[in-house]
Structures are given as structure tokens and as C-alpha cells.
């Protein structure tokens, strides 16, 4: 049997800027036409990487890859299908804003064969949409899940962010609410954090907003864990939650540390030994493909990096750590020094362990990252 892979297109382009938005994407679009050239000759230039292995997921991200229109979007998918072996069952997932999904395009996007949709939505209220900076209000946001539900797409997931100051605990419970009732399968629910080179951040050292207040985000992820509880849907990672069955194989390939290709610009790869990253910004990517380049930095793992990695992308998600898989990857004397550091230093309401699993409860997934980075390793290097 082919070893299983993954796909990431990253399309840059997006309407306007979002206030809390850290990912690489340009309100130019006069180089679409360009980046499309750029992106067809990267799926060719790196094929080879994909040889002997079957594509399992397919996930065009972004920027806001449903700002182009279906012949653009074919164009790409034709060149994918044409260089790389797509399972036929793979999922297809295509990122989306609300004010993009009129129901011609919805029925457009599942010709085309996305079987997966995400879409943007980050809340049902227009003054909290406004202040996130995002262009559609929540009136489109509703019509959206509609129209790609009409168009048959029957494995839709929406985004939304919690723990923003403009909104009290009762907005976000009657946001949820209104969630749990639409036509979805799986929702990603993201606190806002303040990234380094977004327009939030600005604003807040320019005094003209206020930092978003960690401990309404703690009780507002509460809120939301008590709400699932009593749901339909399920938390299987930090920030993403599923009816049974319809957790996304794209991610969940990621945590797996199964291999892709992440192609287009900004975009990363991962090979089982080496990270890669595209260059980040379409000038320079334009560049890198001009020079045939694969990527554009590469850093090969070490067997510290792994065992980090594996821990901090386990600990992440609610199946948590199989100790025998652990052992198997790391050895026994590792897997008994991470049970001796979690019955010494981690708090007992954060994390179950059996003979088989360590796994954070949904209390504890709150503090995974900071669980995971207590118990990384350090390696020793060598001047
Ligand atoms: S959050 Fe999404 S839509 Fe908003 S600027 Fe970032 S990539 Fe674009």
C-alpha cells in the first residue's frame, strides 16, 4: 500500500486585512494571474517529493482561496490532479468567506469537487464583526451555511473567536448556540490572540484599544467546553470540535505527523525528517520558483525536535499520547520520565492517564502548550 500524504495550497489574497490576522496575505490581487503561473509550475517543480504517495487530503487555505473564481480554482485543481496521485476518496476542503458563498458559487465549488468547506464566520454579531475587521455581516454569515448546505456540501465547518472584550459570556453562549443548531459537522473555535504583525497589535501600542483579556478567554473556553459537553459535537483538539466521524482528516494528518506539501507562498512541508518553508511573500516566492527552488528554508529534525513535536501536537488533542506508540517512537526510559514529570508537576485535574494513554482532560487543554513546553527537552548543543 502507498504511503498516505497530505496537500496545502496556500492562496494569498484577501479582500481587506483582518485586525487579529498573523498569516501571510496581500489586498493586491493584481498578481493573481501571476501567482497562478508561479503556483502551476511549483506543482510540477515538486512532485517527485510526492512520488509514491497517495494525496489523502486536499486543503486549499489562506489568504482567502474563495476569492477566486471557479475557472482559477480548476485551473489549480487541474494541474494537482494531473502531477500527483489524489485518492479518490480524499477529502477536499476549500477555505471560504461568508460574502463569497452566493449559492451558484456553493453548487461551482462541489462540481469542481470540494467535498469540505470552512467558513470564515468568527461571529453572528455585525459590531463584533466590525471590530474584528472581517466584511460580511452576520446576516451573510447565516445565508452562507445555508447556500453551501443547499448545494449538497454535507461536510461543512465554521470558524469562531472567543474571548473578544466586546463580547460578554451570554453573547458567546448564544453564539454557540446558534452554531449548534446550523447544517455543520465540525466548528474550530479560536481564542484572539494578539499577533506580532497585526493590526491588532498596533492598535494596542498605539493606546487605541485595549489588550483582549486573558481571563474572559479562560472562562469563555469553559463555556465552551460545557456547551459541547451537551452537544452534538466533540472536542478532539484545542480548538476543534466534530460530530463523531467527521473530525478533519487534513488536520488531524498534521498531528499524526503524517507527510505534505505545502505549496504556494508562506507555505510549509513536511517530509517525516525535515521541515520546509516557501518563501514568505509572493516577490520573493515569485523568485524562488524562478530559481526552480523546492523551498526556501529547510530544517532537518533532530530526535529532540521529534519527541518535542510529538509532544506538543499529542498533547493538543483529546486522544492525547498511546504510551506503546510512545515507547515504540522514543524508547521506554522516555516514556516513564514523561509519566514521573506528570505525576510530580502537572496538576491531576489536568490530565487522565490509563495503562495505554496520557491524555489532557478538556480542562487541561487549556494550558496544552504551556503542559507540553514544561515537559520538552532541551537540547544540548555543542559551540
Ligand atoms: S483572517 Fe483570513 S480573511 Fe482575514 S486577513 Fe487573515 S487570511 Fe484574510
Not at 452562507?144 to 448545494?151: L, M, Q, R, S
Not at 493538543?316 to 514523561?338: P, S, V
Request: proline content about 3%; hydrophobic content about 35%; aromatic content about 12%.
Amino acid at each position: 500500500m502507498k504511503e498516505k500524504s497530505g496537500l496545502y495550497i496556500h492562496v494569498p489574497f484577501c479582500k481587506s486585512k483582518c485586525v487579529y490576522c498573523g498569516f501571510y496575505s496581500t489586498v493586491n490581487h493584481r498578481e493573481i494571474e501571476k501567482f497562478l503561473s508561479a503556483l502551476s509550475e511549483e506543482i510540477d517543480l515538486r512532485k517527485e517529493e510526492s512520488a509514491g504517495k497517495t494525496i489523502r487530503t486536499v486543503y486549499f487555505g489562506g489568504g482567502t482561496p474563495s476569492l477566486l473564481p471557479p475557472s482559477q480554482l480548476q485551473y489549480i485543481l487541474g494541474g494537482i490532479h494531473r502531477h500527483y496521485d489524489i485518492d479518490p476518496d480524499a477529502e477536499i476542503t476549500i477555505e471560504a468567506n461568508p460574502e463569497q458563498l452566493a449559492l451558484d458559487y456553493c453548487e461551482e465549488l462541489k462540481t469542481l469537487g470540494f467535498n469540505r468547506i470552512s467558513i470564515g464566520i468568527q461571529s453572528f454579531h455585525d459590531e463584533i464583526l466590525q471590530f474584528l475587521g472581517r466584511k460580511h455581516t452576520a446576516k451573510e454569515a447565516l445565508q452562507a451555511v445555508e447556500n453551501a448546505h443547499k448545494a449538497g456540501f454535507d461536510n461543512i465547518s465554521i470558524d469562531l473567536i472567543y474571548g473578544v472584550n466586546e463580547r460578554d459570556n451570554t453573547l458567546w453562549l448564544k453564539e454557540l448556540e446558534t452554531a449548534f443548531v446550523m447544517p455543520i459537522r465540525h466548528f474550530s473555535a479560536y481564542a484572539l490572540t494578539v499577533e506580532e504583525n497585526s493590526l491588532l497589535y498596533r492598535r494596542i501600542r498605539q493606546h487605541k484599544t485595549v489588550e483582549p483579556d486573558e481571563d474572559m478567554a479562560s472562562v469563555q473556553y469553559a463555556i465552551l467546553s460545557e456547551a459541547v459537553a451537551k452537544s452534538r459535537f466533540a472536542q478532539y483538539e484545542v480548538s476543534n470540535f466534530a460530530v463523531n466521524g467527521w473530525e478533519s482528516r487534513h488536520n488531524s494528518a498534521y498531528w499524526d505527523r503524517t507527510p505534505y506539501l505545502g505549496l504556494g507562498p508562506a507555505a510549509h512541508s513536511f517530509d517525516g525528517a525535515h521541515r520546509s518553508w516557501n518563501a514568505p511573500t509572493l516577490s520573493d516566492y515569485f523568485a524562488q520558483i524562478e530559481q526552480r527552488k523546492p523551498f526556501h528554508e529547510r530544517e532537518t529534525l533532530t530526535d529532540t525536535d521529534r519527541y518535542n513535536e510529538y509532544l506538543l501536537l499529542r498533547l493538543r488533542t483529546r486522544a492525547g499520547i498511546d504510551l506503546r506508540e510512545m515507547e515504540a517512537l522514543f524508547g521506554l526510559e522516555r516514556t516513564d520520565g514523561l509519566l514521573r514529570h506528570f505525576e510530580t508537576d502537572v496538576d491531576t485535574r489536568h490530565y487522565e492517564h490509563t495503562p495505554d494513554r496520557l491524555r489532557l482532560t478538556s480542562e487541561g487543554l487549556w494550558f496544552a502548550d504551556g503542559i507540553a513546553g514544561d515537559a520538552f527537552e532541551i537540547e544540548e548543543k555543542s559551540f
